[in-house]
């Protein structure tokens, strides 16, 4: 956490100088996302109609009619086309088919299988060739991604596309402890990252605030542990073939040894220290933590893990290993007795210990054990994986010891920065300090959300569209780096996203319709556009939430990367480039600051009869007087007027009071704002 | 089907001129829905803040405490609060509580149960008393409805309730087979309806066209008849218990003798007519029926019941009878000779003698009969139980005959039909031509929600809000009957909805959205909020549809009761009551008309650039030429001109044209632009 947000300061600086990209300019026309690694673009159109059908040949598992079968379904929501076939299955005939699918081999839902594809868009048809049936859902969703309309229909634009993955493991992690998420959550995100490509899910399960897994060797794990809140196994094995149908791995996570109040509410004797332990309710670092020391614990695992181990059929198996506090440790004087009596030096090699027993569990049951930098010990063999998180050196660190391992620092998604910051965090950057074969060690990366900060009601908007450009980052070539195509590409890419019922555009709208009472939620809307939540840490710094707190306050229907300010500011800086010719971006820029200006007589009687609007009440005043500012800003440089400096200073004082945080949200014009006003006083 | 039009256009004539009720003042100014049966308001307030707290009294069933712990959450939700209480739980305590919920005993999830309450809110606190947990959860959607807020806060009006339903037979049916509902869409309207006081969730599970449910007896039922779309086991218990924990019932429907194409998928031997069968695509009345003359039949489903009774545990199973073509019966030999052989003189007794089979099956299994009203036959015993679906007469025959029955005909509402006309019609008006004793045979009604033209995309919006007015007339005294009431609480009532995650409203501009390829929707929206879907079963005489057709057009989007449509009608009624005194609503008027006659140009583009919408250019153009001279009208009868005949005549002809359906929608403004037009020339 410490070098977060100096890594971020550092990364969004580099961000704003660089507009290198090898991109084909084939690709930047289309729509694609992520960018395939070679597009040969042939400018013409295949006429979609209704005649439209699908061949799938060769030798595939069977999911992949189903999921051409729910390919032409979402062409057929697209376009209204009523499209001939029912349910495409091996043993469906179809003459003449206008899209053929060639698979080699089924594909197999595991680390490293081929995922490449070929897809050839002619005139007259669409072939597909892939290894495997998972190479052929990538491409399907390229597909997807060509489909264009003009005045004579819709049509896919025909090219050449050969693609395969950057890295193999292109990952979505998803808390489900700090709030559960329903299965109906799950689902939609993975259908969102089937969309953009991403391979594994990782399914964070154990937490000190619940333990989600129904566990049938040690029942009272979720009956104590969850408040109810469980995924039972069938739902679990439910899951893992949804995603399997999509070549999607689950990688579940049991975060021991720390982490672990929810599961010592049933097993105090298994603590490092006297219960009894009762469900966490609060965010943040806390003692609890299994003892390492005691054979009790590893007969516990070993039981465990034999259940758990068959449930799951991945091949890796998260184990954790994040912000172990030692406290508990450190005063348990058997702990200290046996450190001592065993010649561990201290809690980091006291974990490692433990990693190592439960390693041995883990071999037991054939699975690789995947955990977070903290596990990173000079005793622990090569195959574990390695996930870094703290900082970037992990990373670097692994590799170069020869271990395997997966960036997720620069990858939190609950951290509410912006999109482009994601974006150009790279594994692997053209200039790592990294020997041809420790990047081989770098096997990909994952977003995390995190789930302190959001319900199944705003967890799509945290995750979407800004997961998508991460996506990006992980499949397409490390060249593919121009922000403004980016962000064109993901404003469609977050709309088709919906199809699939994400929510994170719909629910917004719908948050607003409550904040306001169901009054007019435009005024509301002018203002929330501008806002963005607090970033990092700072939220729950602010106040204090519980894990039943509400999430339903206007920090929760902002989202990061606030569209409109972000636009603004842009047209700030071409419009101050040169002003003399910027007449037109002017006038825009007038017309949103009168919009703001006016926009707090608007809002102030919805806000004075839905009182969970009262702590924006200032910052939309505020809003009001700083475009008032702008407006008389934009009004001097078009007239060359150049205020004095007690001018500008009491508007420099007036903007800084505006840009402090409130509601747990900030306002993202001021910058802009701040730049008029600083450029028409000479500064 | 063939009595529900005339039926229907009886019903909006009584509905126009009706203006009773015995409406308390209290209840009116509340926006409580369903009215309870005695509202004594006392214009105070209790005070909503951080300090609420609630205590679970008495002996209740475990669900209250889930169910308060959600109260408390949704309150929460509303008001930003951070309210102090987790999970309430039999062991929780709260000293000084500011709710009381004090429960007799628990409920039990069946016909007939106490589900009265009393609610008593005073300036300091909350009394909720209940013979039952089911009844307290009902008080508690009662005190949601009461929160309200001003600018000093959230509170609840002050009031003495004392409620209880007046029918106990509340129901939605679900057609999960035309079109799979997923598990969330169930489990998101079991919420809906516990909101609105339902408490029958008729659930119907085998059609032509699909078999959607797990079983282990027959496995080759749901492997062969389902597309793979069907329920496990698992996931019908979860539903069962959700909604038990909402005080709501699970009645399974499955449809036999005919409606079975799916059943005979495997089991083609059971057919009265030779196989092979396949799935269904088409919607309709098909032949495929079970023979009824073969024990082979009664030995399959005396098995199949065996399981199915033990699945779900309501007293109640419906075996449908509906729409038996009897063509089958009719061209098998074998089925003659039997029915001659046992004087069986057509195919209605024929097919109540398979009833009578199936009865004692059921009635082995401990489980009463409910059947569409095409099962009501002179030899069945009287505790089966008759779904009126043809005409009110099977009702009151029913009645008659001592058969309890449940009105649905008259509340179809997947044909798209007015609110007023479902809110209107009563299983028991005032004139109802019976005796008391007949009377209580009348048990209550259902919504039905058949499939064929829904997704689990657009369900919500064909749902609601029009069943929580069918809701009101289950459990509100028979004089709440007030039309304009009724609409000012049925909006608040749905937009209350969307907070149980229903999508009625908010899948709205996301179709829209996909509809203009995420260009700008208010264009569309302003031509989309005019149009209904085609009513009764006009939508699928327009066109062949298939069960994987898209439900994703302009008509998909359109709703019943286009609501700026309606308005606008009865704002044209009361101008021309008295257009003298009517300068301010020819002003909405003409507002509204202006801008209907430019939105085509801003239309078009959008048009152009979307093919799925062409199919709607002519509406738009007929809109704007409507709306031109709806203009001329109001200008008209501002000035006091009468035009004449000819222009007269050239004008009606032109609404009369753009009064036709296209797009399966037709524009519902036709008609008060008409009245003015009639109007200024004298008609």
Chains 1, 2 share one sequence.
């Not at 290198?20 to 597009?39: R, S």
């Not at 561990?344 to 977070?372: C, P």
């Not at 397409?476 to 699939?500: H, K, Q, Y």
């Amino acid at each position: 956490m410490k070098n977060i947000i100096t890594q971020w300061i550092l990364l969004m600086l580099t961000g704003c100088i660089l507009v290198t990209a090898n991109l084909t300019q084939a690709a930047q026309e289309l729509n694609l996302m992520p960018i395939p690694e070679q597009v040969v673009q042939t400018h013409s159109s295949f006429r979609l109609d209704e005649q439209f059908t699908a061949l799938v040949q060769g030798n595939p598992d069977n999911r992949i009619y189903e999921y051409t079968t729910n390919t032409l379904r979402r062409l057929a929501g697209r376009t209204g086309l009523f499209l001939p076939q029912d349910f495409i299955t091996r043993s469906s005939k179809c003459e003449h088919p206008r899209m053929e699918i060639n698979v080699q081999r089924p594909g197999k839902v595991e680390l490293g299988e081929d995922e490449s594809y070929q897809l050839l868009v002619t005139e007259t048809a669409v072939t597909l060739n892939a290894a495997t049936d998972i190479g052929a859902m990538r491409g399907l969703e390229t597909l997807l991604q060509l489909l264009d309309a003009d005045e004579k229909g819709y049509f896919f634009h025909t090219v050449e596309i050969n693609d395969r993955p950057r890295f193999p493991w292109r990952g979505l992690m998803i808390d489900a402890c700090r709030h559960f998420m329903p299965v109906d959550m799950v689902k939609r995100n993975l259908d969102g990252m089937a969309a953009v490509k991403l391979n594994v899910m990782h399914w964070h399960l154990s937490e000190d605030q619940g333990f989600r897994v129904e566990c049938n060797t040690f029942p009272q794990l979720h009956l104590q542990g969850s408040d109810g809140l469980y995924y039972t196994q069938a739902q679990i094995k439910d899951i893992i073939q949804y995603a399997a149908n999509r070549g999607i791995r689950v990688m579940p996570e049991f975060d021991i040894p720390g982490h672990a109040t929810s599961w010592l509410v049933a097993f105090p004797e298994l603590a490092s220290a006297p219960g009894p332990y009762t469900i966490e309710r609060k965010w943040g670092v806390f003692d609890p933590t299994f003892n390492p020391t005691i054979e009790a614990t590893y007969t516990f695992f070993d039981r465990f893990f034999a259940e758990i181990c068959t449930l799951f059929p991945d091949d890796y198996m998260h184990i954790g290993g994040d912000e172990n506090s030692g406290k508990q440790w450190d005063t348990n004087p058997d702990i200290q007795a046996f450190m001592q009596a065993n010649n561990i030096k201290d809690n980091h090699t006291l974990q490692s210990y433990f990693n190592g027993r439960l390693l041995a569990i883990l071999e037991k049951n054939h699975k690789k054990m995947v955990g977070w930098d903290e596990i990173l010990h000079p005793g622990m063999p090569k195959s574990i994986v390695i996930q870094s998180w703290r900082g970037r050196e992990s990373l670097i660190d692994a590799a170069r010891q020869g271990y395997r391992t997966i960036l997720s620092n620069g990858y939190y998604i609950d951290l509410m920065q912006p999109t482009a910051f994601h974006y150009l965090n790279d594994p692997m950057p053209a200039d790592m300090p990294l020997t041809d074969q420790e990047k081989q060690c770098i096997l990909g990366g994952e977003a995390t959300m995190w789930a302190e900060y959001v319900s199944p009601e705003t967890v799509d908007s945290r995750i979407w569209p800004r997961t998508a450009a991460i996506a990006e980052r992980l499949w397409s070539p490390g060249t593919v780096r121009d922000l403004a195509d980016m962000f064109r590409r993901l404003n469609i890419t977050s709309f088709r996203l919906e199809e699939l019922g994400l929510t994170h555009i719909k629910n917004h709208d719908m948050m607003l319709r409550r904040l306001t009472n169901n009054q007019d939620i435009v005024p509301l809307q002018t203002l929330v556009e501008l806002l963005e939540p607090v970033k990092i840490y700072t939220r729950g710094a602010q106040r204090d939430y519980t894990s039943y707190s509400p999430l339903t306050r206007v920090v929760d229907a902002a989202i990061a990367d606030a569209p409109v300010a972000r636009e603004f500011c842009e047209l700030v800086d071409n419009y101050l480039a040169e002003p003399a010719r910027g007449e037109h971006s002017a006038e825009i820029l007038k017309q949103h600051l009168q919009i703001w200006k006016d926009n707090h007589d608007k809002l102030l009687p919805v806000i004075k009869t839905s009182p969970i609007l009262a702590e924006i009440e200032s910052l939309s005043l505020d809003l009001a007087n700083c475009a008032a500012i702008g407006l008389t800003a934009l009004d001097n440089i078009g007239q060359h007027k150049r205020p004095d400096k007690k001018w500008l200073d009491e508007q420099l004082s007036i903007l800084k009071q505006a840009g402090a945080p409130r509601a747990q949200t900030e306002l993202m014009v001021i910058p802009g704002i701040e730049k008029l006003v600083r450029y028409t006083a000479g500064h």
